[in-house]
Antibody, heavy 118, light 109 residues
Framework: EVQLVQSGAEVKKPGESLKISCKGSGYTFTNYWIDWVRQMPGKGLEWMGA????????WYSPSFQGQVTISADNSISTAFLQWSSLKASDTARYYC???????????WGQGTLVTVSS | ENVLTQSPGTLSLAPGDRATLSCRASQSVSDNFLAWYQHKPGQAPRLLIYGASGRAAGIPDRFSGSGSGTDFTLTISRLEPEDFAVYFC??????????FGQGTKLEIK
């Protein structure tokens, strides 16, 4: 069974760093792109970027370029999303999704809620 | 950036009704890589339709997608109580960003 399991909720202060994770199982991790998607409170979905673990090709949305870093560790079938200096405006739920047929997100993680508050 | 505009913003219908949701792209969607998702509070989005008209695994046949180029439609033939949710379209053809529409809220009338 294909699963993406994300790390737990985080509460951080502005300026702190953070790395959240998304562990894939039940499929060959290196064969599929992983997308990262943001949902701010009460808002819609925003595509942040993606990684292809097979060759570490990484794409960023212009809106998120330079704001976050996407990476993966194939030895543990896990993709990561990290911030070096969080802002209050980073408060959101973050989802990872496997990109399947026609590049659609066929499996999603449960989401990681990140709260940034002083 | 390919901007997706969904309409209507909110759709009020009753169980048993037919729902028609629209997604219009500012540029042609490459390879018609247009997907539809259902999103309920506290849950992860659920893929309904990929490639504009392909039904994802386990999705009931009351859900159907159509369209090409810049105009796409999600149709729910006969609404069930569990269908009331927010629906997003996403384009993932060509170069990033792989943008989402702003969503259509399907609410019970």
């Amino acid at each position: 069974e294909v699963q993406l399991v994300q790390s737990g909720a985080e509460v951080k202060k502005p300026g702190e760093s953070l790395k959240i994770s998304c562990k894939g199982s039940g499929y060959t991790f290196t064969n599929y792109w992983i997308d990262w998607v943001r949902q701010m409170p009460g808002k819609g979905l925003e595509w942040m970027g993606a990684i292809y673990p097979g060759d570490s090709d990484i794409w960023y949305s212009p809106s998120f370029q330079g704001q976050v870093t996407i990476s993966a560790d194939n030895s543990i079938s896990t993709a990561f999303l990290q911030w070096s200096s969080l802002k209050a405006s980073d408060t959101a739920r973050y989802y990872c999704a496997r990109r399947g047929l026609a590049a659609a997100g066929d499996y999603w993680g449960q989401g990681t809620l990140v709260t940034v508050s002083s | 950036e390919n901007v997706l505009t969904q309409s209507p913003g909110t759709l009020s219908l009753a169980p048993g009704d037919r729902a028609t949701l629209s997604c219009r792209a500012s540029q042609s969607v490459s390879d018609n890589f247009l997907a539809w998702y259902q999103h309920k509070p506290g849950q992860a989005p659920r893929l309904l339709i990929y490639g504009a008209s392909g039904r994802a695994a386990g999705i009931p046949d009351r859900f159907s997608g159509s369209g090409s180029g810049t105009d796409f439609t999600l149709t729910i033939s006969r609404l069930e109580p569990e269908d009331f949710a927010v629906y997003f379209c996403q384009q993932s053809g060509g170069s990033p960003p792989h943008t989402f529409g702003q969503g259509t809220k399907l609410e019970i009338k």
